[in-house]
């Protein structure tokens, strides 16, 4: 804090103010040298950001929907539930691109660690 305040020749409580305010998501740094260039049209500029702490679980079913759906990727926060209805569990990554479009990139998501959804594009 101090740093700021004497870098920026302002007072402490709009270094505190400005700190509080600011945000460092999506920051980027490199130990010189740098090999390369870092993009600025990052994905996660362009999704929203939600405070929240969000629960995930894959719903099983015992019978096929009409659309041939057997399973649902649920997301919840205790007041928002959010369902992406899936043919086989191996789609789990695709309710989680849907909610982040959808409903927003959550700063904590809990879930249980199965391979459906720790697993980019796993077959199950």
Not at 30 to 59: E, F, G, K, N
Not at 81 to 109: C, N, R, T, W
Request: net charge positive; glycine share 4%; charged share 20%.
């Amino acid at each position: 804090m101090r740093l700021v305040v004497k870098k920026w020749g302002i007072s402490i409580s709009r270094a505190e103010a400005t700190l509080k305010a600011s945000t460092q998501l999506s920051v980027r740094s490199a130990i010189m040298p740098l090999s390369h260039r870092y993009r600025t049209d990052l994905l996660s500029q362009r999704l929203r950001p939600i405070s929240t702490c969000v629960y995930t679980d894959t719903l099983l079913m015992k019978s096929k929907s009409c659309r041939s759906n057997t399973c649902a990727q649920v997301f919840t926060d205790g007041a928002l539930a959010y369902v992406h209805p899936m043919q086989s569990k191996a789609d789990a990554h695709e309710g989680l691109a849907a909610f982040g479009q959808d409903v927003g990139i959550p700063m904590e998501m809990i879930s249980d660690n199965s391979k459906e959804q720790t697993a980019y594009g796993s077959t199950s």
